[in-house]
């Protein structure tokens, strides 16, 4: 009886093994519908160029890839090409949380659904935008 009970439970225990890693796959991530979406140029100096505005990064920023991973803000200071991302700001105008959209979700985005790019506060950006000179206030 007692090898019965044993063998009942460890099959059912390495069907269950068996089936979460591929559950697992089927899970995506949640990108809050307020996000705005851009193109990711560059984040450095505490500050990231999003499409056509530069955010300071707010203490606390999350920037996540396609897995769902927080990643560190200096592995992305020279990008080669930009990312396409969702963001959202928070109540200062600071750039809070970035998700780096996978190839699917880029496919999937619906432009029209997608709330314009926030300005930022009033800052002193020392990071140029491409294409366009770095301006102070000091200048």
Same mark, same amino acid.
């Given at each position: 009886?007692?090898?019965?009970?044993?063998?009942?439970?460890?099959?059912?225990?390495?069907?269950?093994?068996?089936?979460?890693?591929?559950?697992?796959?089927?899970?995506?991530?949640?990108?809050?519908?307020?996000?705005?979406?851009?193109?990711?140029?560059?984040?450095?100096?505490?500050?990231?160029?999003?499409?056509?505005?530069?955010? /300071?990064?707010?203490?606390? @920023?999350?920037?996540?890839?396609?897995?769902?991973? &927080?990643?560190?803000?200096?592995?992305? *200071? %020279? #990008?080669?090409?930009?990312?396409?991302? /969702?963001?959202?700001?928070? @109540?200062?105008?600071?750039?809070?949380?970035?998700? &780096?959209?996978?190839?699917?979700?880029? *496919? %999937? #985005?619906?432009?029209?659904?997608?709330?314009?790019?926030?300005?930022?506060?009033?800052?002193?950006?020392?990071?140029?935008?491409?294409?366009?000179?770095?301006?102070?206030? %000091?200048?």
């Amino acid at each position: 009886m007692n090898f019965r009970r044993f063998f009942t439970s460890l099959l059912l225990t390495l069907g269950l093994l068996w089936v979460l890693p591929a559950q697992a796959q089927f899970v995506t991530r949640v990108i809050p519908p307020q996000a705005s979406a851009g193109k990711l140029y560059a984040v450095r100096q505490g500050q990231a160029a999003i499409s056509n505005y530069v955010y /300071r990064l707010a203490p606390g @920023v999350q920037f996540r890839n396609g897995d769902n991973l &927080i990643i560190l803000s200096d592995t992305l *200071a %020279n #990008l080669g090409e930009p990312l396409i991302v /969702r963001y959202t700001v928070d @109540v200062n105008g600071d750039l809070f949380r970035v998700w &780096i959209l996978t190839p699917n979700e880029i *496919a %999937n #985005l619906d432009l029209r659904t997608i709330p314009p790019q926030p300005l930022p506060l009033a800052s002193d950006p020392a990071m140029a935008l491409p294409g366009r000179p770095a301006t102070s206030s %000091n200048n």
